[in-house]
């Protein structure tokens, strides 16, 4: 992984200061005149431009200087006993810094109504690796039959999910909840059971570790699949000016994880008014929740896309899913090449923001995984991952 190398290299770089520079030594005289020279001076702009100065207004701070300061950037309206409480609980959870153990693990969260058509894939990716990650798996329909040892025994107490609908989001919650319990993990990625690896587990590992952004997809969509779901309702907490979308397979920090926890308020909101056939529209939580929450509370702590791939382009209501005839090194070799991420609006005018995948400071390929995968290319794709995965 020559990049992270590099990266942190330059980290290191970066925090060796330089030595505190030499002062010419003044003389003693020249010292006293340029004093003088500048109390002088100083004076002499104060008895020219009294009170009225605001230079001298900031070098006196007195009580008549009021006027020229700038009012502090109050917020337009009091803030509720809840908000305050939720904005002083997240500030701290942010200041704190993050408890290094010994081997910091990855948690890869699956969230899927049964088996997970892929784990002998996933296996392939996690061999050799058996200390740096752990697996959960929230089966919402059927209890999987596991056909691999790195998932056998990890499934957590479940509830049924439908679509789209707010219980969606309280799956992904349970599922952080549990994989919080292990304080090595530092990192959590969602995953469906139509989700492959793009990449080789030593890629993975650096790409989510060696930064401190979660992925969080998150854009402005003044569409009706975007701000047409706000409500009103959701006033004055959430204001339609911050309503965000984004697709809901995120990779989170473990500060991120955690204020998630914390969060009621937003959560409650959420619940009551994004939802399924609310107000004659539907609003889907697992796709304005985080993106909102994150975008008023740490807007730089997330990547703003997701590290996920889904092939969106052919313009209907489900992303594109890949055959076994579809699967072809090229295919995947086109995936981990793409640097910029894309967003298009679901209003008429149809607006595609597209921006580069910047990685600490650098442009780098945006995905680590890939959706939407049919069971029947799971052959394909074990044949090729050790080709498709080579740097
Ligand atoms: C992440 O680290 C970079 C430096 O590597 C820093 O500029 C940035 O402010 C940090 N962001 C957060 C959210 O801590
Ligand atoms: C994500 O988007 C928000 C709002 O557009 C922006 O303030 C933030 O800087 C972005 N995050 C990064 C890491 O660029
Ligand atoms: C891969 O990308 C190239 C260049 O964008 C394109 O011409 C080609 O059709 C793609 N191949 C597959 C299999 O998607
Ligand atoms: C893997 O890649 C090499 C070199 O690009 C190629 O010769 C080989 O046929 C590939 N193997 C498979 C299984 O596609």
Known sequence: MKKARAWRLGMKDFLVMPGP???????????????????????????????????????????????????????????????????????????????????????????????????????KFFHGHEDRFTVYVHASRERPGHVSRYFIGRDIHSEKVGWGKFNMVEAEKRLLANALIDPANQHFVLLSDSCVPVHNFEYVYNYLMFTNVSFIDCFVDPGPHGNGRYSEHMMPEVNKRDFRKGSQWFSLKRQHAIIIMADSLYHTKFKLYCKPNMDGRNCYSDEHYLPTFFLMKDPEGIANWSVTYVDWSEGKWHPRAYRAQDITYDLLKNITSIDESVHVTSDAAKITVTKPCIWNGMKRPCYLFARKFYPETLNKLIHLFSNYTTV
């Open 21 to 123: 520079r030499q002062r010419p030594q003044l003389r003693r005289p020249v010292w006293i005149i340029l004093l003088v020279s500048f109390v002088s001076i100083f004076l002499i702009g104060v008895y020219v431009y009294p009170a009225s100065s605001s230079a001298s207004c900031f070098l006196f701070s007195s009580k008549g200087c009021r006027a020229f300061r700038r009012p502090p950037l109050l917020p337009s309206r009091p803030l509720t006993d809840d908000e305050i409480a939720s904005e002083v609980v997240i500030k701290e959870i942010l200041k704190s810094h993050p408890v290094q153990t010994k081997t910091p693990k990855i948690a890869f969260m699956f969230l899927t109504p049964g088996s997970l058509p892929f784990e002998k894939l996933w296996e």
